[in-house]
Protein backbone atom coordinates (compact mmCIF):
# COMPACT_ATOMS: atom_id res chain seq x y z
CA UNK A 1 0.00 0.00 0.00
CA UNK A 2 3.02 2.24 -0.49
CA UNK A 3 2.96 4.75 2.22
CA UNK A 4 0.07 3.46 4.11
CA UNK A 5 -2.49 5.69 2.98
CA UNK A 6 -5.73 4.65 1.20
CA UNK A 7 -8.04 6.67 -0.74
CA UNK A 8 -11.18 7.22 1.81
CA UNK A 9 -14.57 8.00 0.09
CA UNK A 10 -15.73 11.49 2.01
CA UNK A 11 -18.23 12.51 -0.21
CA UNK A 12 -20.55 11.47 -2.94
CA UNK A 13 -22.78 13.44 -5.15
CA UNK A 14 -24.88 13.00 -8.38
CA UNK A 15 -27.29 15.40 -10.73
CA UNK A 16 -29.52 14.38 -13.51
CA UNK A 17 -31.03 16.61 -16.44
CA UNK A 18 -34.99 17.63 -15.56
CA UNK A 19 -36.26 16.05 -18.85
CA UNK A 20 -37.58 12.53 -18.48
CA UNK A 21 -37.77 10.47 -21.62
CA UNK A 22 -39.62 7.32 -20.99
CA UNK A 23 -40.27 4.39 -23.13
CA UNK A 24 -43.67 5.58 -24.23
CA UNK A 25 -42.14 8.56 -25.54
CA UNK A 26 -40.00 6.69 -27.48
CA UNK A 27 -42.44 4.60 -29.03
CA UNK A 28 -44.24 7.60 -30.34
CA UNK A 29 -40.60 8.47 -32.34
CA UNK A 30 -39.56 4.70 -33.17
CA UNK A 31 -40.35 1.20 -33.87
CA UNK A 32 -39.82 0.24 -30.38
CA UNK A 33 -42.55 -0.73 -27.79
CA UNK A 34 -42.01 -0.29 -23.83
CA UNK A 35 -42.31 -4.39 -23.56
CA UNK A 36 -39.18 -5.12 -25.59
CA UNK A 37 -37.12 -2.25 -24.06
CA UNK A 38 -38.37 -3.19 -20.31
CA UNK A 39 -37.22 -6.81 -20.88
CA UNK A 40 -34.51 -6.82 -22.86
CA UNK A 41 -32.83 -4.07 -20.49
CA UNK A 42 -34.78 -3.10 -17.36
CA UNK A 43 -34.93 0.23 -18.91
CA UNK A 44 -38.25 1.95 -18.22
CA UNK A 45 -37.08 5.64 -18.59
CA UNK A 46 -33.83 7.94 -19.01
CA UNK A 47 -33.04 11.46 -17.97
CA UNK A 48 -31.85 13.61 -21.29
CA UNK A 49 -30.10 17.46 -21.03
CA UNK A 50 -31.81 20.09 -22.20
CA UNK A 51 -30.34 22.34 -25.34
CA UNK A 52 -27.92 24.70 -23.46
CA UNK A 53 -27.02 22.28 -20.66
CA UNK A 54 -23.01 20.79 -20.85
CA UNK A 55 -21.44 17.78 -19.57
CA UNK A 56 -19.44 20.18 -17.50
CA UNK A 57 -22.88 21.71 -16.03
CA UNK A 58 -23.53 18.49 -14.82
CA UNK A 59 -20.06 17.69 -13.38
CA UNK A 60 -20.45 20.79 -11.76
CA UNK A 61 -23.57 19.85 -9.68
CA UNK A 62 -22.95 16.49 -8.72
CA UNK A 63 -19.70 17.72 -7.79
CA UNK A 64 -21.13 20.81 -5.30
CA UNK A 65 -23.20 17.94 -4.14
CA UNK A 66 -20.08 15.06 -3.06
CA UNK A 67 -17.84 18.56 -1.46
CA UNK A 68 -20.79 19.56 0.53
CA UNK A 69 -21.41 16.18 2.09
CA UNK A 70 -17.63 16.02 2.81
CA UNK A 71 -17.98 19.51 4.74
CA UNK A 72 -14.54 20.63 3.21
CA UNK A 73 -13.28 23.95 2.11
CA UNK A 74 -13.26 23.04 -2.27
CA UNK A 75 -9.47 24.68 -2.08
CA UNK A 76 -8.13 21.49 -0.21
CA UNK A 77 -8.88 19.66 -4.05
CA UNK A 78 -5.57 18.59 -5.30
CA UNK A 79 -6.63 16.59 -7.92
CA UNK A 80 -9.52 16.66 -10.50
CA UNK A 81 -10.33 13.45 -12.80
CA UNK A 82 -13.24 13.59 -14.73
CA UNK A 83 -14.15 10.55 -16.82
CA UNK A 84 -15.88 11.04 -19.75
CA UNK A 85 -16.75 10.19 -23.64
CA UNK A 86 -19.21 13.11 -24.03
CA UNK A 87 -16.71 16.28 -23.21
CA UNK A 88 -18.08 19.98 -23.92
CA UNK A 89 -15.25 20.52 -26.53
CA UNK A 90 -12.04 18.95 -27.89
CA UNK A 91 -10.16 20.56 -25.30
CA UNK A 92 -9.82 21.89 -22.69
CA UNK A 93 -10.52 18.77 -20.73
CA UNK A 94 -13.77 18.80 -18.52
CA UNK A 95 -12.28 18.85 -15.41
CA UNK A 96 -10.25 22.08 -16.20
CA UNK A 97 -13.70 23.56 -17.09
CA UNK A 98 -14.86 22.24 -13.63
CA UNK A 99 -11.51 23.24 -11.66
CA UNK A 100 -12.19 26.84 -12.72
CA UNK A 101 -16.24 26.68 -11.96
CA UNK A 102 -15.17 25.16 -8.85
CA UNK A 103 -12.96 28.52 -7.97
CA UNK A 104 -10.57 25.98 -7.65
CA UNK A 105 -7.17 28.06 -7.92
CA UNK A 106 -4.27 25.73 -6.34
CA UNK A 107 -2.53 24.58 -8.88
CA UNK A 108 -3.34 20.99 -9.07
CA UNK A 109 -3.73 18.78 -11.69
CA UNK A 110 -6.66 18.23 -13.72
CA UNK A 111 -7.74 16.11 -16.85
CA UNK A 112 -10.33 13.57 -18.37
CA UNK A 113 -9.93 10.01 -18.73
CA UNK A 114 -11.63 8.48 -21.27
CA UNK A 115 -12.35 4.84 -21.27
CA UNK A 116 -16.28 4.65 -21.91
CA UNK A 117 -18.78 2.95 -20.33
CA UNK A 118 -15.89 1.71 -17.41
CA UNK A 119 -14.72 5.45 -17.20
CA UNK A 120 -15.33 5.96 -13.89
CA UNK A 121 -13.68 2.37 -12.29
CA UNK A 122 -10.45 4.33 -14.69
CA UNK A 123 -10.72 7.31 -12.98
CA UNK A 124 -10.95 6.06 -9.45
CA UNK A 125 -7.74 3.99 -10.05
CA UNK A 126 -5.59 6.86 -11.01
CA UNK A 127 -7.12 8.85 -8.04
CA UNK A 128 -6.62 6.10 -5.77
CA UNK A 129 -2.63 5.82 -7.09
CA UNK A 130 -2.22 9.43 -6.44
CA UNK A 131 -3.31 9.49 -3.18
CA UNK A 132 -1.27 6.25 -2.20
CA UNK A 133 1.83 7.73 -3.24
CA UNK A 134 1.08 11.30 -1.51
CA UNK A 135 0.63 13.10 -4.87
CA UNK A 136 -2.50 14.29 -3.80
CA UNK A 137 -4.41 15.15 -0.28
CA UNK A 138 -7.82 15.50 -1.66
CA UNK A 139 -9.26 13.98 -5.31
CA UNK A 140 -12.30 14.91 -7.06
CA UNK A 141 -13.36 11.79 -9.10
CA UNK A 142 -16.28 13.12 -11.50
CA UNK A 143 -17.97 10.71 -14.20
CA UNK A 144 -20.09 13.07 -16.33
CA UNK A 145 -22.02 12.72 -19.70
CA UNK A 146 -24.20 13.69 -22.22
CA UNK A 147 -24.73 10.33 -24.11
CA UNK A 148 -27.81 11.67 -25.64
CA UNK A 149 -25.62 13.79 -28.09
CA UNK A 150 -23.67 11.00 -29.82
CA UNK A 151 -26.78 9.15 -30.13
CA UNK A 152 -28.63 9.10 -33.45
CA UNK A 153 -32.36 9.50 -32.01
CA UNK A 154 -33.65 7.49 -35.11
CA UNK A 155 -31.38 4.29 -34.37
CA UNK A 156 -33.93 2.19 -32.37
CA UNK A 157 -30.92 0.00 -31.67
CA UNK A 158 -28.96 1.84 -29.64
CA UNK A 159 -31.40 5.04 -28.48
CA UNK A 160 -33.03 3.50 -26.26
CA UNK A 161 -30.74 2.13 -24.30
CA UNK A 162 -28.63 5.41 -23.27
CA UNK A 163 -29.01 8.58 -20.68
CA UNK A 164 -27.57 11.64 -19.56
CA UNK A 165 -26.15 12.61 -16.11
CA UNK A 166 -23.03 12.89 -13.60
CA UNK A 167 -22.14 11.45 -10.14
CA UNK A 168 -18.96 12.52 -8.48
CA UNK A 169 -16.89 11.10 -5.17
CA UNK A 170 -14.33 13.05 -2.89
CA UNK A 171 -11.69 10.80 -1.71
CA UNK A 172 -9.21 11.89 1.16
CA UNK A 173 -6.05 10.41 2.10
CA UNK A 174 -6.25 8.38 5.40
CA UNK A 175 -4.70 5.40 7.46
CA UNK A 176 -7.43 3.05 7.16
CA UNK A 177 -9.49 2.27 4.32
CA UNK A 178 -10.77 3.06 1.96
CA UNK A 179 -10.29 1.72 -1.54
CA UNK A 180 -8.84 -1.64 -1.09
CA UNK A 181 -7.43 -2.60 -4.53
CA UNK A 182 -8.48 -1.55 -8.22
CA UNK A 183 -8.69 -4.02 -11.06
CA UNK A 184 -8.32 -2.35 -14.67
CA UNK A 185 -8.40 -3.96 -17.94
CA UNK A 186 -8.29 -3.43 -21.88
CA UNK A 187 -8.59 -5.37 -24.83
CA UNK A 188 -8.11 -2.65 -28.40
CA UNK A 189 -8.52 -5.82 -30.33
CA UNK A 190 -12.61 -5.48 -30.35
CA UNK A 191 -12.80 -1.44 -30.89
CA UNK A 192 -15.26 -1.67 -34.02
CA UNK A 193 -17.78 -3.61 -31.87
CA UNK A 194 -18.46 -0.66 -29.94
CA UNK A 195 -17.45 2.81 -31.15
CA UNK A 196 -18.35 6.40 -32.45
CA UNK A 197 -16.81 5.67 -35.54
CA UNK A 198 -15.91 9.49 -36.90
CA UNK A 199 -13.87 12.21 -35.12
CA UNK A 200 -11.00 14.47 -35.78
CA UNK A 201 -9.01 11.78 -38.20
CA UNK A 202 -11.52 9.51 -39.06
CA UNK A 203 -14.94 10.29 -40.87
CA UNK A 204 -14.67 13.88 -40.29
CA UNK A 205 -17.48 14.80 -42.32
CA UNK A 206 -19.58 13.01 -40.03
CA UNK A 207 -18.79 15.00 -37.43
CA UNK A 208 -19.03 18.22 -39.82
CA UNK A 209 -23.04 16.47 -40.33
CA UNK A 210 -23.82 16.31 -36.41
CA UNK A 211 -23.91 12.23 -37.26
CA UNK A 212 -21.10 11.30 -34.78
CA UNK A 213 -22.83 8.41 -33.58
CA UNK A 214 -22.42 5.49 -31.25
CA UNK A 215 -22.59 1.90 -32.98
CA UNK A 216 -22.79 -1.23 -31.29
CA UNK A 217 -23.13 -4.81 -32.16
CA UNK A 218 -25.35 -5.37 -29.09
CA UNK A 219 -25.16 -9.20 -28.51
CA UNK A 220 -21.44 -9.50 -29.23
CA UNK A 221 -20.99 -6.54 -26.68
CA UNK A 222 -23.53 -8.36 -24.01
CA UNK A 223 -21.16 -11.67 -24.55
CA UNK A 224 -17.82 -10.01 -23.37
CA UNK A 225 -19.15 -7.42 -21.01
CA UNK A 226 -20.31 -10.90 -18.96
CA UNK A 227 -17.26 -12.55 -19.30
CA UNK A 228 -15.08 -9.53 -18.66
CA UNK A 229 -16.64 -8.56 -15.55
CA UNK A 230 -17.26 -11.65 -14.24
CA UNK A 231 -13.38 -12.42 -14.25
CA UNK A 232 -12.50 -9.41 -13.14
CA UNK A 233 -14.71 -9.97 -9.91
CA UNK A 234 -12.54 -13.51 -9.57
CA UNK A 235 -9.85 -11.35 -9.80
CA UNK A 236 -11.01 -8.91 -7.39
CA UNK A 237 -11.77 -11.84 -4.73
CA UNK A 238 -8.97 -13.64 -5.89
CA UNK A 239 -6.19 -10.96 -5.10
CA UNK A 240 -7.62 -10.08 -1.67
CA UNK A 241 -7.70 -13.49 -1.02
CA UNK A 242 -11.59 -12.47 0.48
CA UNK A 243 -14.73 -14.94 -0.03
CA UNK A 244 -18.08 -13.64 -1.87
CA UNK A 245 -20.23 -13.20 1.56
CA UNK A 246 -17.79 -10.38 2.64
CA UNK A 247 -18.68 -7.88 -0.17
CA UNK A 248 -22.12 -6.03 1.41
CA UNK A 249 -22.84 -4.26 -1.93
CA UNK A 250 -22.41 -4.64 -6.26
CA UNK A 251 -22.62 -0.91 -7.54
CA UNK A 252 -22.37 -1.94 -11.33
CA UNK A 253 -22.02 -0.01 -14.74
CA UNK A 254 -25.45 -0.34 -15.12
CA UNK A 255 -26.33 -0.69 -19.09
CA UNK A 256 -28.60 -4.15 -18.92
CA UNK A 257 -30.41 -5.38 -15.94
CA UNK A 258 -29.28 -9.00 -17.21
CA UNK A 259 -25.92 -8.31 -17.12
CA UNK A 260 -26.34 -6.58 -13.72
CA UNK A 261 -28.30 -10.09 -12.46
CA UNK A 262 -25.51 -12.52 -14.09
CA UNK A 263 -22.83 -10.53 -11.74
CA UNK A 264 -25.23 -10.88 -8.54
CA UNK A 265 -25.29 -14.36 -9.45
CA UNK A 266 -21.76 -14.90 -9.98
CA UNK A 267 -21.42 -12.92 -6.47
CA UNK A 268 -24.25 -15.58 -5.25
CA UNK A 269 -26.15 -11.91 -4.28
CA UNK A 270 -29.46 -11.32 -4.19
CA UNK A 271 -30.73 -8.39 -5.81
CA UNK A 272 -31.04 -6.54 -2.69
CA UNK A 273 -27.46 -6.26 -2.54
CA UNK A 274 -27.29 -5.02 -5.94
CA UNK A 275 -27.62 -0.67 -6.53
CA UNK A 276 -29.94 -0.68 -9.45
CA UNK A 277 -30.56 2.61 -11.61
CA UNK A 278 -30.92 1.15 -15.05
CA UNK A 279 -34.62 1.19 -15.10
CA UNK A 280 -34.79 5.12 -14.15
CA UNK A 281 -31.45 6.56 -15.64
CA UNK A 282 -30.63 4.30 -18.88
CA UNK A 283 -27.07 4.01 -19.89
CA UNK A 284 -25.14 6.70 -18.45
CA UNK A 285 -21.72 5.34 -19.63
CA UNK A 286 -18.69 6.59 -16.69
CA UNK A 287 -21.79 8.40 -15.01
CA UNK A 288 -23.65 5.06 -14.09
CA UNK A 289 -21.29 4.53 -11.08
CA UNK A 290 -21.55 7.53 -9.23
CA UNK A 291 -24.96 7.60 -9.63
CA UNK A 292 -25.93 4.25 -8.16
CA UNK A 293 -23.43 4.91 -5.60
CA UNK A 294 -24.84 7.97 -4.47
CA UNK A 295 -28.25 6.90 -4.88
CA UNK A 296 -27.41 4.40 -2.07
CA UNK A 297 -25.53 6.59 0.35
CA UNK A 298 -27.71 9.05 0.31
CA UNK A 299 -30.98 6.73 1.03
CA UNK A 300 -29.11 5.06 4.07
CA UNK A 301 -28.31 1.34 2.26
CA UNK A 302 -24.38 1.91 2.09
CA UNK A 303 -23.38 2.66 5.11
CA UNK A 304 -20.00 3.66 6.68
CA UNK A 305 -17.91 0.64 7.42
CA UNK A 306 -19.76 -1.85 4.52
CA UNK A 307 -17.68 -3.63 1.73
CA UNK A 308 -18.77 -2.66 -2.47
CA UNK A 309 -17.36 -3.96 -5.30
CA UNK A 310 -18.10 -1.68 -8.53
CA UNK A 311 -17.06 -2.77 -11.93
CA UNK A 312 -17.79 -1.17 -15.25
CA UNK A 313 -17.58 -2.53 -18.69
CA UNK A 314 -17.35 -0.01 -21.91
CA UNK A 315 -15.99 0.20 -25.25
CA UNK A 316 -12.41 -0.28 -26.59
CA UNK A 317 -13.00 -2.90 -24.88
CA UNK A 318 -12.42 -1.68 -21.19
CA UNK A 319 -13.27 -3.08 -18.01
CA UNK A 320 -12.24 -3.07 -14.04
CA UNK A 321 -13.42 -3.47 -10.56
CA UNK A 322 -12.83 -0.85 -7.61
CA UNK A 323 -13.27 -2.81 -4.44
CA UNK A 324 -13.73 -0.40 -1.51
CA UNK A 325 -14.66 -0.01 2.49
CA UNK A 326 -17.01 2.55 2.97
N1 LIG B 1 -37.18 -2.12 -30.26
C1 LIG B 1 -37.65 -3.21 -30.86
N2 LIG B 1 -36.87 -4.10 -31.49
C2 LIG B 1 -35.56 -3.88 -31.49
C3 LIG B 1 -34.99 -2.76 -30.88
C4 LIG B 1 -35.86 -1.86 -30.24
N3 LIG B 1 -35.41 -0.77 -29.60
N4 LIG B 1 -33.66 -2.80 -31.03
C5 LIG B 1 -33.38 -3.91 -31.71
N5 LIG B 1 -34.52 -4.57 -32.02
C6 LIG B 1 -34.69 -5.82 -32.74
C7 LIG B 1 -33.49 -6.14 -33.59
O1 LIG B 1 -33.61 -5.49 -34.84
C8 LIG B 1 -33.59 -7.64 -33.72
O2 LIG B 1 -34.54 -7.94 -34.69
P1 LIG B 1 -34.33 -9.21 -35.69
O3 LIG B 1 -34.25 -10.41 -34.80
O4 LIG B 1 -35.54 -9.14 -36.55
O5 LIG B 1 -33.04 -8.90 -36.40
C9 LIG B 1 -34.18 -8.08 -32.36
O6 LIG B 1 -34.75 -6.89 -31.80
C10 LIG B 1 -33.19 -8.69 -31.38
O7 LIG B 1 -32.02 -7.89 -31.33
P2 LIG B 1 -30.78 -8.37 -30.49
O8 LIG B 1 -29.66 -7.41 -30.75
O9 LIG B 1 -30.55 -9.80 -30.68
O10 LIG B 1 -31.30 -8.15 -28.99
P3 LIG B 1 -30.55 -8.48 -27.65
O11 LIG B 1 -31.37 -9.42 -26.88
O12 LIG B 1 -29.11 -8.79 -27.86
O13 LIG B 1 -30.63 -7.08 -26.89
C11 LIG B 1 -29.25 -5.18 -26.33
C12 LIG B 1 -30.02 -5.93 -27.43
C13 LIG B 1 -30.24 -4.71 -25.32
C14 LIG B 1 -28.56 -3.99 -26.99
C15 LIG B 1 -28.22 -6.11 -25.68
O14 LIG B 1 -27.49 -6.78 -26.66
C16 LIG B 1 -27.26 -5.39 -24.75
O15 LIG B 1 -27.63 -4.92 -23.70
N6 LIG B 1 -25.97 -5.39 -25.10
C17 LIG B 1 -24.91 -4.89 -24.19
C18 LIG B 1 -24.86 -3.41 -24.08
C19 LIG B 1 -23.77 -3.07 -23.09
O16 LIG B 1 -23.50 -3.76 -22.14
N7 LIG B 1 -23.10 -1.99 -23.25
C20 LIG B 1 -22.04 -1.71 -22.25
C21 LIG B 1 -21.14 -0.78 -22.63
S1 LIG B 1 -21.89 0.61 -23.39
C22 LIG B 1 -20.57 1.68 -23.68
O17 LIG B 1 -19.45 1.42 -23.40
C23 LIG B 1 -20.90 2.95 -24.41
Redesign the pocket.
Known amino acids: MGKGRYAKIIGTGSFLPERVVTNKD?EAR????DE??YS??GIRERRIVAADEKTSDLAERASCAAIEMAGIDPQLIDLIVVAT?TPDQVFPSVACLLQDRLGIHGGGPAFDVQA???GFVYAMDIANRYVQTGGCQYALVVGAET?SRIIDWTD???????GDGAGAVLLHAAEAPGVISTHLHADGRYHEL?SVPSGVSVNYEQVLRGEAY?Q???????KF?VKCMGDVVDETLTVNGIVKSSIDWLVP?Q??I??IAAMARKLDMTMDKVVVTVDRHG?T?AASIPLALDEAVRDGRIRTGQTLIMEG??????WGSVLVKM
Do not use: K, P, Y
Open positions: LIATTWIRTTVCAFRETCVLFLAMQGSEVFAHANRINSFGGGFT
